[in-house]
């Protein structure tokens, strides 16, 4: 008999096995999840990496495929899906893996699978909202104030999670707007747009003078999520 490629969904702490079978598998749906979560999809023999397109996605209910980036592993066993702009509150999304993915020696996908999550607002990566408030504590915020301090994950940029972190103390705003690339960010920016990456945080100023992030892709994001960015610190 032909070994099958099996799949496994990583949820959390929870590893869930798809069975053998011969029609679309539906897992109970998940709610509560964080607006930036992460995807884990783990097979137990490597991939084509080329099959992978259109096969592997996020919809949300009307069907609607959400732009996501994707990763894989070393050993080409463990894809990731990681969204580029925050999911919406109260929407449900599937993510989707399609049977055509094939094995690097042709196997098949035993089926289609499916598996339903929402969303909670301001919910985020509990890694990351840890180093945030740890950030944050340095600032004269107290634990009661850090409990509450609502981060707002924006997206994602060269696997930067970029996200909106209020600030109370304007005496740390910079006088002036900087610039980067031809690029003009708001002063109130700096202190307020954070970025994590593999467990390191940058302010924005950081991320655009010390990194080799795309300085165009992460303007255009804010100016999406903000339209003026101006406005961006205007909470407080």
């Known amino acids: 008999m032909s070994k099958i490629l099996k799949i496994l969904v990583l949820a959390f702490l929870l590893t869930l096995t798809f069975s053998i079978c011969t029609y679309a598998k539906e897992f109970q749906q998940q709610i509560n999840i964080e607006t930036d979560k992460s995807w884990h999809?783990?097979?137990?023999?490597?991939?084509?990496?080329?099959?992978?397109?259109?096969?592997?996605?996020?919809?949300?209910?009307?069907?609607?495929?959400?732009?996501?980036?994707?990763?894989?592993?070393?050993d080409k066993k463990i894809v990731t899906l990681i969204p580029k702009k925050a999911y919406v509150s109260n929407e449900i999304y599937s993510l989707n893996v399609n049977q055509n993915i094939k094995s690097v020696k042709g196997k098949v996908l035993n089926e289609n699978s499916?598996?339903?999550?929402?969303?909670?607002?301001?919910?985020?990566?509990?890694?990351?909202?840890?180093?945030?408030?740890?950030?944050?504590?340095?600032?004269?915020?107290?634990?009661?104030?850090?409990?509450?301090?609502?981060?707002?994950?924006?997206?994602?940029?060269?696997?930067?999670?970029?996200?909106?972190?209020?600030f109370k103390d304007n005496s740390y705003d910079y006088d002036k707007d900087f610039?980067?690339?031809?690029?003009?960010?708001?002063?109130?920016?700096?202190?307020?747009?954070?970025?994590?990456?593999?467990?390191?945080?940058?302010?924005l100023g950081n991320i655009i003078y010390e990194t080799s992030i795309s300085v165009k892709d992460l303007y255009n994001l804010l100016l999406d999520e903000y339209k003026d960015l101006t406005k961006i610190g205007q909470e407080n």
Not at 44 to 53: C, R
Not at 132 to 139: L, M
Not at 186 to 200: C, E, Q, Y
């Open 41 to 74: 999809i783990k097979f137990n023999i490597a991939v084509d990496i080329k099959t992978l397109d259109g096969n592997v996605s996020i919809t949300d209910s009307k069907g609607k495929i959400i732009n996501t980036l994707m990763n894989v592993s070393d």
């Open 179 to 203: 610039e980067a690339k031809g690029y003009r960010f708001p002063a109130k920016s700096h202190t307020r747009i954070i970025g994590i990456k593999d467990g390191k945080l940058y302010t």
């Open 114 to 166: 499916i598996k339903k999550f929402s969303v909670t607002e301001y919910k985020i990566n509990k890694d990351n909202e840890k180093i945030i408030k740890e950030f944050r504590s340095h600032h004269g915020y107290s634990s009661d104030e850090l409990e509450k301090l609502k981060i707002k994950y924006i997206g994602n940029v060269n696997n930067f999670y970029i996200y909106y972190v209020p």
